[in-house]
């Protein structure tokens, strides 16, 4: 991690650490406008950035294309409808072993992992979206 967080990045997790939803940097930008604070789209994507590459901040995309940013510290891993978008967490690691090994065979240093699954969400499937 950088000696010292820029106030940008400070504010950037702040916002991420108060809540475990994932925000989109737009989401991210309009949630500081309400909290009085003054920053540009372009300066929270560097910091996402920056966050990112100390392994403070993980990111993922949906279906739709949109990047969600959130804590590195919660691994996160879902089922995604290919159809509907919706998103439904997964409740296990079934890779977190996976994760020790490499750590310690490839001596490689994880920050964060992400699993995603894609398919049809049982709505879905019931109204033969794809049909």
Do not use: W
């Not at 106030?7 to 930008?29: G, I, Y």
């Not at 879902?78 to 509907?84: F, I, K, P």
């Not at 919706?86 to 920050?111: I, R, Y």
Request: hydrophobic residues 35%; proline residues 4%; contains cysteine.
């Amino acid at each position: 991690m950088p000696e010292k967080l820029t106030p940008h990045q400070r504010r950037v997790l702040e916002v991420l650490f108060s809540t475990p939803q994932e925000f989109s940097a737009q989401d991210l930008h309009q949630e500081l406008k309400k909290q009085q604070q003054r920053v540009g789209l372009a300066t929270i994507y560097r910091a996402l950035k920056v966050l990112q590459q100390h392994g403070k901040v993980q990111t993922r995309t949906l279906t739709n294309g949109e990047a969600v940013y959130s804590i590195a510290s919660a691994h996160r891993h879902h089922l995604t409808c290919v159809n509907c978008g919706t998103s439904m967490p997964l409740l296990n690691c079934p890779v977190h072993e996976l994760e020790q090994e490499l750590a310690q065979t490839q001596k490689f240093q994880v920050f964060y992992h992400t699993l995603e699954f894609f398919g049809l969400c049982q709505n879905c499937a019931e109204v033969g979206a794809l049909a």
